[in-house]
């Protein structure tokens, strides 16, 4: 099991950056494919990105595809969101989350393991 909190939200305005950070408890972190989704008011919770146990493989929703970059650090139970070129549609609650599998990583029934989330809120 892994309990997981997220930082690094706040308000920035349009064409800003900001990092997101995920703090992973438990000896098995770095076990597990961790993956970073989004949820705007009114809107289902959708995929952002993921990345493999092994930091090498990650993978991208093309809406953020360019822009993000997802790292982890396994020595340090923790997993960052670089966002660039922020747009006022990336507005939302980003949540991060572990799962087992990489086979289907862009599929949040897939994740068993969820952060309480942080906000993003980019101005126009």
């Known amino acids: 099991q892994v309990q997981l909190a997220e930082s690094g939200g706040g308000l920035v305005q349009a064409g800003g950056s900001l990092r997101l950070s995920c703090a992973g408890s438990?000896?098995?972190?770095?076990?597990?494919?961790m993956g970073w989704f989004r949820q705007a008011p009114g809107k289902e919770r959708e995929f952002v990105s993921a990345?493999?146990?092994?930091?090498?493989?990650?993978y991208y929703a093309d809406s953020v595809k360019g822009r993000f970059t997802i790292s982890r650090d396994n020595a340090k139970n923790t997993v960052y969101l670089f966002m660039n070129s922020l747009k006022p549609e990336d507005t939302a609650i980003y949540y991060c989350?572990?799962?087992?599998?990489?086979?289907?990583?862009?599929?949040?029934?897939?994740?068993?393991?969820w952060g309480q989330g942080t906000q993003v809120t980019v101005s126009s």
């Open positions: 989350a572990a799962a087992t599998n990489w086979g289907d990583r862009g599929d949040r029934l897939e994740y068993a393991y």
């Open positions: 990345v493999r146990w092994n930091g090498v493989n990650t």
């Open positions: 438990g000896r098995t972190f770095s076990s597990y494919a």
